[in-house]
């Protein structure tokens, strides 16, 4: 499979309040030795890398915080192998896996606490590869307990930045509970009124600070939002430079809002201008201390950890790209926000109006095969909560595409069809139920496969 990244974009992802911590979901830049080695790892969590060549060996550092196992799994495409290996701060290889299986699963025994290194190299292949690490945890590594409040009085803004502020013009605190954030993920079309006056108003209270981000546009959104959420205010900011992005007042605004939402637009411009920069660090804040991050279709795709990023290329058009694994309309970057609810994702949106269910397939081939796509249609949207339990509210529905145990990837080389057997559909109606972890849910579940080759690509022929 293929996956194209487009940005390097790191996932340490820390906030300005020096009490919130993220971990690391990608590999950095340049970590081909030790000395530089990829850091902030957190125990179980995913980290996303790629082997880009003959030569390329990238290096991770972990901290123990005591005795015990240090166990990866690594997996990565079935056509490369891939190796990793576990050393000391100081001294020799400790143990490693170097097999022809995936994923490559081992563990190592380690007697004390302390600084580790984890080399990933290749056998054979390049391409991409996910590393999970299990490890003894110290107590001040991964989590941490976001400052919910005193963000203090708000810094000047920048010289023509284009803002839109409804409301008192001050933080107001609202009670959250750190590491209990949420997510709003909206398909486009009419927004939908329920999923803010009930389910994100219900999560952050009454009175709360709301930001709304755009790229272009107007303040549409502030009499519409103040008077469903029965908000303190509504800030509606333009944030159409990195340079405004990395501003102080931006960082401000979005950390002391307990709900952000992105708006529709350009999920590309949203990369290309908010990728680390401080908007990146201040939406992580906002979730970690327990507020909701949302968004509406371009805002929709900011949200999941892999990115459908059109830049400068046309749209995706199913019955295009089912006829190559590698059509020129596929781009795919990583995306901004570590939401452990919505690990290994990628989402789609105005989903069954545009007959999307073709690529969205052809997206789920391209990723690792622990990935989901979560797709919402028109006029509706998916609330996750941070322990995985989802519910649909609007008028149609939503869609969680995974592969199961009889689901076979057929067909999949670059210039020709996709052909892709048997891939699990979750259909959920409004009011309907899924826990993304588990996959648990009271929706309708069936088999789906495409063949790219035939001009009837869809078996059944209406997926939906």
Not at 116 to 123: A, E, G, L, N, T
Not at 279 to 286: E, F, I, R, Y
Not at 331 to 351: K, R, V
Not at 375 to 382: C, P, R, V
């Amino acid at each position: 499979m293929k996956s194209i990244l487009k940005h390097a974009l790191t996932g340490v992802i820390m906030a300005a309040s020096t009490t919130s911590f993220a971990c690391t979901t990608d590999e950095t830049a340049n970590n081909n030795y030790d000395t530089s080695a990829t850091q902030g790892l957190c125990s179980g969590v995913i980290l996303q890398g790629s082997i880009s060549s003959r030569s390329d060996v990238d290096w991770f550092e972990i901290e123990a915080g005591d005795a015990g196992e240090i166990s990866i799994i690594l997996d990565h495409n079935k056509r490369d192998d891939f190796d990793w290996d576990v050393f000391p701060a100081s001294g020799s290889r400790l143990g490693g896996a170097a097999t022809n299986q995936t994923p490559e699963t081992g563990s190592v025994n380690i007697t004390e606490a302390g600084h580790y290194f984890i080399k990933v190299s290749r056998y054979s292949g390049k391409g991409w590869y996910n590393l999970t690490i299990n490890f003894p945890e110290s107590s001040n590594g991964g989590g941490g307990d976001p400052v919910a409040c005193n963000y203090g009085p708000a810094p000047s803004k920048p010289s023509g930045f284009k803002g839109y502020l409804l409301g008192n013009s001050a933080d107001t605190c609202n009670d959250l509970q750190a590491n209990d954030g949420a997510t709003l993920l909206m398909g486009g079309g009419w927004d939908v009124d329920p999923s803010f006056s009930q389910n994100v108003k219900n999560h952050v209270g009454a009175g709360s600070d709301v930001v709304v981000l755009r790229t272009s546009g107007t303040d549409a959104y502030n009499d519409y939002l103040f008077n469903l959420m029965a908000a303190d205010s509504v800030n509606t900011m333009i944030i159409d430079s990195s340079s405004d992005a990395n501003s102080e007042y931006v960082e401000w605004a979005i950390e002391s809002a307990e709900f952000v939402f992105i708006s529709g637009g350009d999920q590309s411009d949203y990369l290309n201008l908010w990728a680390d920069t401080k908007v990146q660090s201040a939406l992580q804040h906002v979730y970690d201390k327990g507020g909701v991050i949302g968004g509406t279709s371009a805002g929709m795709a900011m949200l999941s950890s892999t990115v459908y990023d059109p830049d400068g290329i046309l749209g995706a058009v199913s019955n295009e790209v089912v006829t190559d694994l590698c059509h020129n309309t596929l781009n795919f970057s990583p995306g901004m926000l570590n939401i452990p609810a919505i690990a290994n994702t990628i989402t789609d949106t105005h989903f069954q109006e545009r007959d999307r269910m073709g690529r969205a397939m052809v997206f789920l081939a391209n990723q690792p095969s622990n990935y989901r796509v979560i797709a919402a249609s028109e006029d509706t949207a998916l609330f996750v909560k941070a322990n995985g339990d989802a519910v649909v509210v609007g008028d149609n529905e939503v869609y969680v595409l995974y592969e199961g145990n009889s689901t076979e990837l057929v067909q999949a080389q670059c210039g020709e069809a996709v052909i892709y057997d048997n891939v699990n559909r979750i259909k959920l109606m409004p009011s309907q139920s899924i826990n993304m972890n588990t996959l648990n849910h009271n929706g309708d579940e069936i088999t789906i496969s495409i063949d790219g080759s035939q001009s009837n690509f869809y078996s059944p022929s209406s997926p939906y």
